[in-house]
C-alpha cells in the first residue's frame, strides 16, 4: 500500500515568511509524528498527534511553531516568522498504534526546507 | 551527555565481510529499539526492531539488545556494496511515543 507523503518534498523561502508542509499518513494509522533533521544528525522529536489531538508537543522548538491534524488524518506543520536556523528536513511518520512499546515508525520522504 | 550514542564513523568493511554497529543509550525505562537505514539525500527506513534482551534474526541482518548494558547492536553478514548507508539507532522511551536517534553511523562496503 501507500506510504506516508509529504508535499511539498522541497520549499525554499525567505526569512520572515510563513511556510506550511502537509503530511498524508498510512491509511489506518491513528499516531502521527513530526521530526526534524539537520545535517549530519539524527532526527529530532517535534510533536505527535493520536487521532486529532496533539499527544505531545514538547519538541516544538518556540511558539513559532504549530501543528494540526483536524480530521485526525492529514497534518499540517506551520511556521510562522521563518528564520534560517529553521532550515532542515522536516520528517512526518505514522505507526499503527499509540503506546505500547510495540510502535514502529514509517516516515515520508521529507520536507526540505531552505531559509534564506 | 547524549540520550543515544553512535559512533559517527565512518565504518569501512570490504565486501562480504560483517559489519558491526553499536549504540547505546541512557534512558534505564527504554523499552523499544529500531534500527533505520538512510541512504543519502533520502529519508530514514526501518530495518529492524527489537524489544526483548537477546538476538533478533531477520535475512542478513541480526539486532542484539542488552538491557542491563544499555546496549543494542546491529549486525550485518555478508555486506554488500548497497548496504553502505547512515544507519540510525531509534530508542522509544518510557516517557512518551516519541523515538530518540543516535546521531547515525556511516556504513561503507567496499567491492
Known amino acids: 500500500g501507500a506510504g506516508v507523503s509529504q508535499t511539498p518534498s522541497n520549499k525554499v523561502t525567505e526569512k520572515g515568511k510563513y511556510v506550511e508542509l502537509r503530511c498524508d499518513p498510512i491509511?489506518?494509522?491513528?499516531?502521527l509524528y513530526w521530526y526534524r533533521q539537520s545535517l549530519g544528525q539524527g532526527p529530532e522529536f517535534l510533536i505527535y498527534?493520536?487521532?486529532?489531538?496533539?499527544?505531545?508537543d514538547s519538541g516544538l522548538p518556540n511558539d513559532r511553531f504549530f501543528a494540526v491534524r483536524p480530521e485526525g488524518s492529514v497534518s499540517t506543520l506551520k511556521i510562522q516568522r521563518t528564520e534560517r536556523g529553521d532550515s532542515a528536513v522536516y520528517l512526518c511518520?505514522?505507526?499503527?498504534?499509540?503506546?505500547?512499546?510495540?510502535?514502529?515508525?514509517?516516515f515520508g520522504p521529507g520536507t526540505r526546507l531552505t531559509v534564506l | 551527555q547524549k540520550e543515544v550514542e553512535q559512533n559517527s564513523g565512518p565504518l569501512s568493511v570490504p565486501e562480504g565481510a560483517i559489519a558491526s554497529l553499536n549504540c547505546t543509550y541512557s534512558?534505564?525505562?527504554?523499552?523499544?529499539f529500531f534500527w533505520y537505514r538512510q541512504y543519502s539525500g533520502k529519508s530514514p527506513e526501518l530495518i529492524m526492531s527489537?524489544?526483548?534482551?537477546g538476538d533478533k534474526e531477520d535475512g542478513r541482518f541480526t539486532a542484539q539488545l542488552n538491557k542491563a548494558s544499555q546496549y543494542v547492536s546491529l549486525l550485518i553478514r555478508d555486506s554488500q556494496p548497497s548496504d553502505s548507508a547512515t544507519y540510525l539507532c531509534?530508542?522509544?522511551?518510557?516517557?512518551?511515543?516519541?523515538?530518540?536517534f543516535g546521531g547515525g553511523t556511516r556504513l561503507m562496503v567496499k567491492p
Open positions: 531509534a530508542v522509544l522511551g518510557n516517557a512518551g511515543n516519541m523515538l530518540t
Open positions: 534512558d534505564r525505562g527504554s523499552q523499544s
Open positions: 491509511s489506518g494509522h491513528t499516531a
Open positions: 498527534f493520536q487521532g486529532t489531538g496533539a499527544a505531545d
Open positions: 511518520a505514522s505507526s499503527l498504534t499509540l503506546g505500547g512499546g510495540y510502535n514502529e515508525q514509517f
Open positions: 527489537i524489544y526483548s534482551n
